[in-house]
Nanobody, 123 residues
Framework: QVQLVESGGGLVQAGGSLRLSCAAS????????LGWFRQAPGKEREFVAA????????DYADSVKGRFTISRDNARNTVYLQMNSLKPEDTAVYYC????????????????WGQGTQVTVSS
């Protein structure tokens, strides 16, 4: 079993930055993939970014490329999402996710979800 606890959400003006954190516990992560998804009101949950736990390779949705950066701290079992140049359309609940590989995360085949953290970007 894996527990994921997100933090770092909040209210920010357009053009601002936020950093989300997701602390994982319960199992080791030698070969897992981790990532972030988001869900805006009235919309389906969508992929944002993924990272492989071992090699640190990353994937991004086109809508966030060049603005968001996913990273991980293996010693702390924590994955981060640095969000810069935020736009009102980035407003959503952001969820941390764990799967067996980065590719599985990218496909949305998720084994564990966090509880979500709200990000609101005002115009």
């Amino acid at each position: 079993q894996v527990q994921l606890v997100e933090s770092g959400g909040g209210l920010v003006q357009a053009g601002g930055s936020l950093r989300l954190s997701c602390a994982a516990s319960g199992r080791t992560f030698s070969t897992f993939g981790l990532g972030w998804f988001r869900q805006a009101p009235g919309k389906e949950r969508e992929f944002v970014a993924a990272i492989s736990w071992r090699g640190g390779n990353t994937d991004y949705a086109d809508s966030v490329k060049g603005r968001f950066t996913i990273s991980r701290d293996n010693a702390r079992n924590t994955v981060y999402l640095q969000m810069n140049s935020l736009k009102p359309e980035d407003t959503a609940v952001y969820y941390c996710a764990v799967s067996r590989s980065r590719a599985d995360v990218r496909l949305g085949t998720i084994d564990y979800w966090g509880q979500g953290t709200q990000v609101t970007v005002s115009s």
